[in-house]
């Protein structure tokens, strides 16, 4: 049970509001950040991620029919009925269709869904990059699994239910890693060689003396899909010349045999595909035997590879705003001492940083000047996978 004094006070009096009654449960989803493994995992590449303290959470109340009603503070209100799942054009990218999706491919595999009331706000900035979708996606999935499932429904099945949706309801063409750090919490550890069973590990983060920062770049990439969904089509054309579904199914090498069959930009996604690969290994060796220093060039490594090969640091021709443009002048101030990177899909949107914490707040100030203080955020490491937690 949790206490009310732990809560918003506010959120429970909206939702007495908007619904004349009250809650009986309180829900916590938080967002995620990348720490290495940029556009890897639709591939069935290697990556690692965590979730963080960035969050979406609120008051849920049972109902009794297949209605659902969702109030989201800077969100459009949702009043949609379970009974019709279909897609509908008008619903396309919208929370509407993210919570039909995820009701579709739980119903569809057998479990139980029904309605429910849903008060609640973000504290995940919106279309930067810090996964807001999949944080949802997997609250609503939680929901259905606590509620109506027994929490019977595996960690998994909720990540793929986040990323069915978003795939075919929200039409942004995701792999599965942003629902999957959601899903189960912490930092861990993913390879997604296998994408019907992905392997899904916890690691110990050992270094106490650092701090991530997120950066809003002020840019959304919510409308930036079709470049998004180009980095797994290019990927995946490659394979598809070696007679392969996905890059993890080849090499590098058989690459090179074909290299005059592709455009440059496909050769160079590749090349990023399979040399990040490598640098997650590095990284997740580093995290284990407390290597500092291999742990910080690993993702600098990652920022070289994500601007030269992949290309998703910012929209051609926009260089001011982007993320390339917050990771060039993070490093000024950053030096050899911490690293940084993007954070998700690309293109505008947010960078991770990772520095030492008695540097952190003079960072911040720093970056403050360029992109404003309200866009800079602590973040930690969130143990927990999504809450739906039952009030007294």
Not at 69 to 81: A, E, F, M, P, R
Not at 135 to 146: D, H, R, Y
Not at 161 to 174: H, L, R, T, V
Not at 195 to 214: H, R
């Given at each position: 049970?949790?206490?009310?004094?732990?809560?918003?006070?506010?959120?429970?009096?909206?939702?007495?509001?908007?619904?004349?009654?009250?809650?009986?449960?309180?829900?916590?989803?938080?967002?995620?950040?990348?720490?290495?493994?940029?556009?890897?995992?639709?591939?069935?590449?290697?990556?690692?991620?965590?979730?963080?303290?960035?969050?979406?959470?609120?008051?849920?109340?049972?109902?009794?029919?297949?209605?659902?009603?969702?109030?989201?503070?800077?969100?459009?209100?949702?009043?949609?009925?379970?009974?019709?799942?279909?897609?509908?054009?008008?619903?396309?990218?919208?929370?509407?269709?993210?919570?039909?999706?995820?009701?579709?491919?739980l119903k569809d595999h057998g479990y139980k869904i029904g309605g429910f009331n849903l008060v609640s706000e973000s504290s995940i900035f919106k279309g930067a990059g810090v996964s807001s979708s999949a944080a949802f996606e997997s609250l609503v999935g939680q929901i259905f699994?606590?509620?109506?499932?027994?929490?019977?429904?595996?960690?998994?099945?909720?990540?793929?239910?986040?990323?069915?949706?978003?795939?075919?309801?929200?039409?942004?063409?995701?792999?599965?890693?942003?629902?999957?750090?959601?899903?189960?919490?912490?930092?861990?550890?993913?390879?997604?060689?296998?994408?019907?069973?992905?392997?899904?590990?916890?690691?110990?983060?050992?270094?106490?003396?650092?701090?991530?920062?997120?950066?809003?770049?002020?840019?959304?990439?919510?409308?930036?899909?079709?470049?998004?969904?180009?980095?797994?089509?290019?990927?995946?054309?490659?394979?598809?010349?070696?007679?392969?579904?996905?890059?993890?199914?080849?090499?590098?090498?058989?690459?090179?045999?074909?290299?005059?069959?592709?455009?440059?930009?496909?050769?160079?996604?590749?090349?990023?595909?399979?040399?990040?690969?490598?640098?997650?290994?590095?990284?997740?060796?580093?995290?284990?035997?407390?290597?500092?220093?291999?742990?910080?060039?690993?993702?600098?490594?990652?920022?070289?590879?994500?601007?030269?090969?992949?290309?998703?640091?910012?929209?051609?021709?926009?260089?001011?705003?982007?993320?390339?443009?917050?990771?060039?002048?993070?490093?000024?101030?950053?030096?050899?001492?911490?690293?940084?990177?993007?954070?998700?899909?690309?293109?505008?949107?947010?960078?991770?940083?990772?520095?030492?914490?008695?540097?952190?707040?003079?960072?911040?100030?720093?970056?403050?000047?360029?992109?404003?203080?309200?866009?800079?955020?602590?973040?930690?490491?969130?143990?927990?996978?999504?809450?739906?937690?039952?009030?007294?």
């Amino acid at each position: 049970m949790l206490e009310l004094n732990h809560m918003k006070e506010s959120l429970k009096l909206e939702f007495e509001k908007r619904f004349n009654k009250e809650p009986t449960h309180y829900v916590k989803s938080s967002g995620r950040f990348e720490v290495i493994g940029n556009h890897t995992d639709h591939n069935g590449g290697l990556c690692v991620a965590a979730s963080c303290d960035l969050a979406i959470e609120g008051y849920l109340g049972v109902r009794d029919d297949n209605i659902v009603k969702l109030i989201t503070k800077g969100y459009d209100d949702v009043d949609i009925s379970l009974d019709d799942l279909s897609i509908k054009k008008e619903e396309v990218g919208t929370s509407a269709g993210l919570v039909k999706g995820v009701a579709f491919y739980l119903k569809d595999h057998g479990y139980k869904i029904g309605g429910f009331n849903l008060v609640s706000e973000s504290s995940i900035f919106k279309g930067a990059g810090v996964s807001s979708s999949a944080a949802f996606e997997s609250l609503v999935g939680q929901i259905f699994n606590k509620i109506y499932n027994e929490g019977k429904i595996a960690k998994i099945e909720l990540a793929k239910a986040g990323q069915y949706s978003e795939n075919n309801y929200f039409d942004k063409k995701s792999g599965l890693l942003d629902q999957s750090a959601v899903c189960f919490g912490n930092i861990s550890f993913m390879n997604f060689s296998s994408l019907a069973v992905p392997e899904i590990k916890t690691i110990d983060f050992p270094f106490s003396d650092m701090q991530f920062i997120i950066v809003n770049t002020g840019g959304s990439h919510a409308d930036l899909s079709d470049l998004y969904s180009a980095i797994p089509t290019d990927m995946k054309r490659v394979a598809s010349k070696l007679n392969k579904h996905t890059l993890s199914e080849t090499s590098m090498a058989e690459v090179e045999k074909i290299k005059d069959e592709l455009s440059d930009i496909e050769y160079l996604r590749a090349k990023h595909f399979f040399s990040e690969n490598k640098r997650v290994l590095t990284l997740v060796k580093a995290l284990e035997e407390k290597d500092e220093k291999s742990f910080l060039n690993a993702i600098k490594e990652s920022f070289i590879s994500s601007t030269k090969n992949l290309q998703n640091m910012m929209v051609k021709g926009e260089y001011e705003g982007s993320p390339l443009e917050a990771c060039d002048y993070a490093y000024k101030f950053l030096g050899n001492e911490g690293a940084c990177k993007i954070n998700g899909g690309g293109f505008a949107g947010s960078i991770i940083v990772c520095l030492k914490k008695d540097k952190a707040d003079e960072f911040i100030t720093y970056m403050a000047k360029k992109y404003g203080r309200n866009n800079i955020s602590k973040v930690n490491i969130n143990p927990n996978p999504p809450e739906v937690i039952k009030l007294d």
